[in-house]
């Protein structure tokens, strides 16, 4: 055990790297990926640190080349949930045993790591599995990844350092236990920090975890796993388990010893998940924690005052980075009229060379959307629009799946504040525009606060500051991140903690020490140097 108490420094956001032509980082980038598209791999499922191939395969392929297959994955069943639920029990023993500057060192190897050698293979799996450019890859595989090893590193540490006061005669201290039990973490396809992420901070606080990452992620979440491995994680603590949530989600979440559900996804998938939590209540050990970030559909509120040649590059970088397959993409705008027409010309001049196309070829600044179920719910929307009276699509539209899952940025401008694409996620390129009158700024408000039932991110851009404080005000409860001047996308973990409300999540902030806190259980110890051997109160004298 150790003997002292360490410090950890508040940790710096790690830099993009600039991938410039003719750069040493660019020409071992693009040797790695040629290395890892020359040879499809095999990924089984890793359980107690050994390899388990189940023969029940699916593969992972390139979304913006279709036809080439990157690897084939075995996906887990309810025989091996069962054997991956017992293994991080067991486990559990001797890891809730390790001192935390143990448990901590190994993540804060593995942001070294990622620093170092295993960067290009993370962008690489990144931009080949999930179609990012480099940029998306190398901010999300790479920076916001070792970010949240580090931060939260940090974070643990400075939970454990909030200790109660102790008076005369009595010590009074606080011991921050893991969860009694095992962790599910249910992770998405768009950002491989966030693969990493929600297992990760669960056992960085001293639980193990069963971790379910995306089909369409599985490729770049392998590497995630591996390098964690190298990193010194021990066998048992993350259990790798790839499969159908209808096979894998059953098992876990009927088992009396789950203490809590880590999640990104779709906000059906939270509410079914959340149901069958209500629904075992009385079968399990205790109350499972619950967090969860879920969908969007992020509002950028434009003022009068608003400078327009800024709008207009927080709507083109807000709505198609990564192909607007991000929770937090801006995907409706409300604009008064009177600005309109200068926005309009500068969104179509500065669209004109916005290019589209596989991400090997850097200077493409959108890939592919993810995979032919993503491709068609998109293109259903701008088939919707493009059939409405209502709707007029002045940019983009395009959609085409020959050789891969492309959609070009959209604008659709809308006359009715609750047309389809104002209310509902879309998950792709694509956003909506409604124009209000510079008189009507107020039921502008209110359509925007009303319109749509979440709350993740929003933006607002004005120049006029009484009207900067009055609409941050109005819509205190629209976004649980709020951008001033800035796009709705792009926060940095330390810097601007993520998570929203309402139908968004139950923003516990990840990238903050509060999600964290959400993995321990406390226990206060009180020792009294000094106890009482009288009961009686002299208030129950007579005289």
């Known amino acids: 055990m150790s003997n002292a108490i360490y410090q950890i420094m508040r940790p710096q956001n790690e830099p993009v790297l600039s991938f410039l032509p003719g750069s040493d980082e660019k020409k071992s980038l693009k040797r790695r990926i040629a290395e890892m598209k020359a040879s499809a791999i095999e990924i089984p499922l890793i359980i107690n640190g050994k390899e388990i191939r189940t023969g029940r395969t699916g593969t992972c392929i390139i979304p913006h080349n279709k036809s080439h297959v990157l690897a084939t994955c075995h996906m887990a069943g309810p025989r091996e949930t069962e054997i991956a639920i017992r293994a991080a029990l067991e486990a559990g023993k001797k890891w809730e045993a390790t001192p935390w500057d143990h448990r ?4 804060l190897r593995a942001a070294e790591l ?14 080949l599995g999930q ?48 969860l009694e039990g095992f962790v599910f973490a249910v992770t998405p396809f768009n950002f491989t920090a966030i693969g990493g992420n929600l297992p990760s901070s669960p056992a960085m606080a001293g639980n193990t975890v069963i971790w379910k990452p995306s089909s369409t992620a599985i490729y770049s979440n392998y590497y995630v796993m591996k390098l964690l491995t190298e990193a010194g994680l021990p066998d048992g603590v993350i259990n790798f388990v790839p499969g159908a949530g209808s096979e894998v ?3 876990v979440m009927g088992h009396p010893m789950l203490a809590g559900i880590h999640f990104t996804g779709s906000t059906a998938t939270f509410n079914t998940m959340w149901r069958t939590v209500a629904q075992n209540l009385e079968n399990y050990r205790n109350y499972p924690r619950i967090v969860g970030e879920t969908g969007g559909k992020d509002f950028l509120f434009a003022h009068v005052s608003a400078d327009t040649d800024a709008l207009i590059h927080a709507i083109i970088s807000g709505s198609f980075s990564y192909q607007g397959q991000k929770c937090s993409a801006t995907s409706r705008v409300y604009i008064p009229e009177s600005i ?5 010309k500068g969104l179509l001049r500065e669209m004109a060379d916005l290019k589209t196309g596989d991400v090997e070829d850097f200077t493409n600044y959108m890939g592919a959307v993810i995979d032919q179920a993503a491709f068609d719910s998109v293109r259903s929307y701008i088939d919707f629009a ?9 940019a983009g539209g395009g959609c085409s799946d020959e050789t891969g899952f492309f959609i070009e940025p959209t604008v659709i401008v809308t006359t009715d504040p609750h047309f389809k694409t104002m209310q509902e996620e879309i998950f792709g390129p694509v956003v909506t525009v409604y124009i209000y009158k510079d008189d009507a700024c107020e ?32 819509l205190t409860y629209s976004a649980g991140n709020l951008y001033i001047n800035d796009k709705t996308t792009g926060a940095f973990v ?11 999540g139950t923003n516990e902030k990840a990238g903050s020490k509060h999600n964290l806190s959400r993995w321990m259980s406390p226990r206060t110890i009180k020792e009294n140097f000094s106890p009482s051997k009288n009961y009686r109160l002299g208030l129950m004298q007579e005289s």
């Open 104 to 107: 901590l060192a190994v993540f």
């Open 114 to 127: 990622i620093s170092g050698p295993w960067r290009d293979t993370l962008n690489a799996a990144t931009m």
């Open 131 to 178: 179609s990012k450019t480099v940029y998306e890859a190398d901010a999300d595989a790479a920076c916001e990844l070792a970010d949240f090893f580090r931060f939260n590193s940090y974070f643990v540490r400075q939970i454990m350092e909030e200790q109660p006061q102790s008076v005369p005669g009595v010590l009074n201290r606080m011991e921050y236990r893991p």
């Open 249 to 251: 989600g059953p098992v």
């Open 340 to 344: 309109w027409p200068d926005v309009k």
């Open 386 to 394: 493009r059939a409405s009276p209502e709707a007029d699509i002045i």
């Open 443 to 474: 039921k502008a408000l209110e359509l925007c606060e009303s319109t749509s039932g979440y709350a993740l991110t929003g933006a607002i851009f004005a120049r006029d500051r009484i009207a900067i404080a009055k609409i941050e005000k109005r």
């Open 494 to 504: 330390g810097l601007q903690p993520f998570g929203g409300s309402r139908a968004s």
